[in-house]
């Protein structure tokens, strides 16, 4: 008798047995199953098979069918399936539900790969008239053969092709996925620090190894994967590559499709069902060289996989934050182990947890110092806003500059990290401030839409005419990108002006739009939020403005100023990426602080080495492990009783310390009342086994009626 052991996607903690169907060979681990689980016939996914259950033979129930003929997944990525369950503390069937397109998690077949129709000769005269659409099929066949998959082919071809191939006058064969690719890489000589790189790399094609590729920004590191990516296809294996946001950067896909003249399936969320299915399946069968996807494509099946290349794995956007809480970059790592694969993590600006594993040799560590040919690094200057004030976020020095620069032909990037016309609005005379109905946090006036939002759980409402309280007038206190937007329009009458930031790009497309216009020139400003911080190459920028440093300089998490160091770094570096020299001036009102004096004089390693002995001194991450155990309920209250209850279940343990509770830094949200818990030590051993006891304990304790909670391993936001 087998055991089926399947994942099934609800919220309870366990595999879940079944038996295989006595009449077919069971469906091996990797495949689809239909089961009945209650009144439901959920999808689930076969991850083991066993001996014995634990449960009496009687209550044992046999699925109802298998879905796959092959498994969807190998044994090492059931392994990395998994392995995330245990280490994220979340659900198998959560997990699995993750890592597949929604097509399959509803049971829908894997769709076939693209196969070969050909045709024996053309139509014989009879058939013209008795059967004309099989002998126009067969006529079309017989000048070419054709892809089940080219759209040319006649609508109902199918059909046709279906009762020809029974006749023995057409041939449907499958394609075979090429071994190799030839992987032509026509591009720049690779420079002697780039060349060591990529041979580093390549050394390590068959094995596991992780290495961080440090290289500022503009230095070439892109070329470094197309060329061990090239070297790698060439051995006819395949190729993954995670980014933090695809639709921020199609000039990858489009590199990396046009360099390596080879098959680039991409795989991220907001692509439609079936496109993302195909590029799936693709991954899979190996027909794609390489797979370019966001934080979930770490999940993507690959038939054989090569090298898992991570860029900009500093980027917060490599974890997911709802629902499945994971960090695509170490899942990324331990993947590349299990499978016995080389993995690179690529940056300007490495996360500090990155950083300590190359220093101290548990990854290694390729340095690409320079921008290669005449580019050169960008000049960095503060402008000390105590001295000269700015008026809608513009100071006199930055104006200056940039008629300079405008004049000169060059194009302006403005980074301002927030939307909006303005973050608050304020009555004149008695001081009310609009404040969201569900959160502790103000509105943020949207001027074009005319609409009030708020900007943490999305409430969207009408703007007073005036101050509910008083009557008076309402003013903006504050600016976002729209604000900057119409103060530039004043400044610079006649010069064409476009804004990047998550307002002005949710249309499809529209991205790539803005993004044409300033590469043709058209465009002379650009002004953006982190957004366009993210990878994109502007060689036409020869001056960037930071409009407000300050925001980060003084954050209560202890990851703010490893944040703020980051993107200033990564804004900084898009300007003067060809020949032309870049300027960067970044606005603030603490032009001593330490953190900026590092960066401007040592560069982001200066910054890294201040911030890492900071860290140890503190004892945060990476020099110790954090858990986080959020709770939220609709009561004020309800989460910190909750969670001093779970601390006082836990008591004292060796090694370990316990912060809080203590209310969230912004406490109510989304009409919620939130509270966290945060458990730090050396030893991950010491943290599980203070799970393990609060995940017995917790449910059963009273003040966690009607509460949510979660764990969050690795939590990124203390806040
Ligand atoms: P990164 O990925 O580090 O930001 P890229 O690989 O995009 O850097 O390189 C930046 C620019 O320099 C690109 O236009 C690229 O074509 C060019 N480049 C990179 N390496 C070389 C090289 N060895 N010789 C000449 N140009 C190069
Ligand atoms: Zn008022
Ligand atoms: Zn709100």
Redesign the pocket.
């Known amino acids: 008798m087998t055991i089926l052991k399947v994942a099934v996607d609800v919220p309870l903690d366990s595999l879940f047995d079944y038996l295989a169907p006595d009449s077919a060979p069971p469906p091996p681990p990797g495949t689809r199953v239909r089961v009945p689980f209650g009144r439901r016939r959920p999808v689930g996914l076969v991850v083991a098979h066993a001996e014995s259950s634990d449960l009496p033979p009687d209550r044992l129930k046999a699925i109802i069918e298998p879905l796959d003929a092959a498994p969807l997944f190998d044994p090492a990525l059931l392994k990395l399936l998994d392995w995330t369950a245990r280490y994220y503390q979340e659900p198998p069937g959560l997990v699995v539900a993750a890592a597949l397109p929604a097509p399959l998690r509803q049971g829908k077949p894997l769709p076939e790969p693209p196969a070969r129709v050909s045709a024996r000769g053309p139509a014989p005269d009879a058939m013209r008239k008795r059967a004309p659409k099989q002998a126009a099929l067969l006529d079309l066949l017989a000048t070419a053969p054709r892809r089940t998959d080219d759209p040319n082919l006649p609508p109902g071809w199918r059909a046709a092709a279906a009762r020809l191939v029974a006749r023995g006058l057409v041939d449907i064969e499958a394609e075979p996925a090429a071994a190799a690719w030839t992987a032509a890489l026509a591009?720049?000589?690779?420079?002697e620090a780039?060349a060591a790189a990529a041979a580093a790399i390549i050394a390590d094609l068959g094995r596991f190894s992780a290495r961080l590729l440090f290289?500022?920004?503009?230095?070439?590191?892109?070329?470094?994967y197309l060329s061990a990516a090239a070297e790698c296809l060439r051995r006819g294996q395949q190729v993954l590559v995670l980014v933090p946001e695809i639709g921020l950067t199609p000039q990858l896909v489009q590199r990396f499709a046009a360099r390596l003249a080879a098959p680039v399936a991409v795989l991220h969320s907001a692509l439609a069902g079936g496109d993302r299915l195909a590029a799936w399946a693709d991954a899979r069968s190996g027909r794609a060289a390489v797979v370019i996807g966001t934080r979930s494509a770490v999940f993507a099946p690959l038939a054989r996989p090569g090298l898992i290349i991570v860029d900009e794995e500093h980027d917060p956007s490599l974890r997911q934050q709802e629902g499945l809480r994971y960090s695509g970059r170490d899942l990324a790592v331990m993947r590349a182990s299990l499978t016995g694969i080389p993995v690179v993590l690529?940056s300007?600006t490495p996360s500090l947890e990155t950083l300590r594993h190359a220093r101290e040799g548990r990854y290694g560590l390729a340095h690409?110092p320079e921008?290669?040919?005449a580019?050169s690094h960008p000049r960095v200057a503060l402008v000390d806003l105590r001295r000269h004030p700015a008026t809608e976020g513009l100071s006199a020095p930055l104006l200056k500059a940039m008629r300079a620069h405008l004049e000169a032909q060059g194009q302006v990037l403005l980074f301002l990290n927030r939307r909006g016309f303005a973050p608050a609005l304020f009555c004149t005379s008695c001081g009310w401030v609009a404040e969201c109905r569900h959160c502790d946090a103000r509105y943020t006036w949207h001027r074009r839409a005319g609409r009030l939002r708020c900007h943490h759980c999305g409430d969207d409402t009408a703007l007073p005419g005036a101050c509910p309280g008083c009557g008076a007038d309402l003013r903006p206190a504050g600016e976002g990108t729209e604000r900057l937007e119409d103060a530039l329009g004043r400044e610079f009458p006649g010069l064409r002006i476009a804004r990047i930031d998550r307002d002005t790009t949710q249309r499809r497309g529209s991205v790539d739009r803005i993004l044409d216009d300033v590469h043709a020139g058209r465009t002379q400003i650009l002004v953006g939020t982190q957004m366009m911080a993210k990878?994109h190459?502007f060689?036409g920028v020869t001056l960037v403005g930071v409009i407000n440093a300050d925001q980060g300089l003084f954050g209560a998490d202890f990851r703010a100023s490893e944040r703020l160091a980051q993107t200033l770094v990564q804004v900084a570096?898009r300007a003067g990426?060809a020949d032309r020299p870049g300027e960067v001036l970044v606005q603030t009102s603490y032009p001593e602080h330490p953190l900026l004096q590092r960066l401007l004089t040592g560069g982001y390693e200066a910054f890294a080495e201040a911030a890492l002995e900071e860290r140890r001194a503190a004892r945060w991450p990476p020099f110790s492990h954090l858990v986080m155990l959020r709770a939220d309920a609709a009561r004020p209250g309800l989460a910190m009783s909750f969670l001093g209850a779970c601390r006082e279940a836990l008591g004292m343990r060796e090694g370990l310390l316990v912060l809080g509770p203590a209310p969230a830094p912004m406490e109510r949200r989304g009409g919620r009342w939130r509270a966290q818990l945060l458990f730090q030590s050396d030893s991950r051993p010491v943290l599980r086994g203070a799970l393990a006891v609060l995940r017995e304990r917790a449910p059963e304790l009273a003040e966690g009626r009607g509460l949510r909670w979660f764990f969050e391993i690795d939590p990124q936001d203390l806040f």
């Open positions: 591009g720049p000589a690779l420079n780039q290289g500022v920004t503009g230095s070439g590191k892109t070329e470094v690529g300007a690409l921008r290669p040919g580019a990878g190459d060689p570096g990426r």
